[in-house]
């Protein structure tokens, strides 16, 4: 079964990224064949892109690169930070 990762905005600290995982599975019973989803949310901050791949890697999730709040990670931790030191230094 395949698990998807997404980058999201935390519901409970707005501006915060987070991420979310999503499975769906099927399944056959008595009533026939129908697909059952299990979703997860880790209020867990994420500080960049290079981190989510590594969380995606490490747990096998497959990772969604799209998204506002994907967009707004910066490719490496540190960067974002040593861009505003660069802004604020001009």
Known sequence: ????????????????VIYETHSIETVTDGSGVHATVDSHTYEI????????ESIA????????????????LPE??????EEGLSEESE
């Open 45 to 52: 901050s994420l500080r960049s892109r290079a981190q989510a």
């Open 1 to 16: 079964m395949a698990v998807s990762m997404h980058v999201v905005w935390s519901k409970c600290e707005p501006g915060r």
């Open 57 to 72: 890697d490490e747990e096998g999730f497959e990772l969604y690169r799209k998204g506002e709040a994907w967009e707004s």
């Open 76 to 81: 490496e931790e540190g960067l974002a930070e």
